[in-house]
């Protein structure tokens, strides 16, 4: 059974195509790989599930909904969450805070009585706060829950990223370049968390450039070149795929 269905999505700049009626599908409970050079539309389809932007032409299903062309904040609250290639933290809110931050689909209150910080609302985040506690133990950030945002080293940012993500408690996770500007240490660290999250059932695209990583974790993976999807399969399957290795590794093979 398929969470996100992508049905021949064409998204063009000014006439220049940047997706070409691409289609795929993530099956429930999966990770799906998504690689390609830079340029081959990746983070486009990212932005165009995301709803950061429409397509020209084509259709987007989340389950039994049509979310093609929905605002953000309606398809995160259908349960997609997204993590972004570059980071997106607030260094100037704590730890803490950034996860909480994750929650607002769930946590009541609108714009104004957050501004005013009406009596509601902190009794919201109070409750909230175990929650967000356990979010960052799993991540191993739990000892600096009070820290500013932008005191954690890089790679602890990009796990943050990632708790706000789960705050949302999505049923499918989009992750954008997650292990770039990671150490061994880290990329390692992340594809077992990465892994475990689909053992609690969360479905995952992830778009990556660590072919190692998309490898070892993924179910399936999808192969993107000039906004064309080439190859679609498992790891074996496409490591091998002569499309892929002339067009994504110029004939160089995958090395996972």
Known sequence: MS??????????YDGVLALNRVSL??????????????????????????GLERPTSGTISFGEVDIT????????A??????????????NMTVVENILAGMHTRLPG????CGLWLPWIHKGEKGALPEAKEILESLGLLGRWKWPASQLSFGQQKMLELGRALAMQPKLLLLDEPAAGLT?????????????????????L?????????????DEVAVLHNGELIAEGTPEAVKKDPRVIKAYLKGGGVDA
């Open 78 to 91: 259908l349960g997609v969450g997204r993590t972004f290639q570059a980071l997106q933290t607030w260094g």
């Open 184 to 204: 061994p240490a880290e990329v390692k660290k992340l594809s077992e968390k990465v892994c475990q999250l689909r053992e609690k059932g969360i479905t995952i």
């Open 206 to 218: 992830v778009v990556e450039h660590h072919l190692g990583m998309v490898m070892e974790i993924a």
């Open 110 to 113: 609108d714009f104004f009585s």
């Open 25 to 50: 599908a993530v099956r429930q409970g999966t990770i799906k790989g998504l690689i390609g050079p830079n340029g081959a539309g990746k983070t486009t389809l990212c932005h165009l599930i995301s």
């Open 3 to 12: 969470l996100l269905a992508v049905d021949k999505i064409s998204k063009s």
């Open 69 to 76: 062309g929905k605002e953000p904040y309606e398809i995160a």
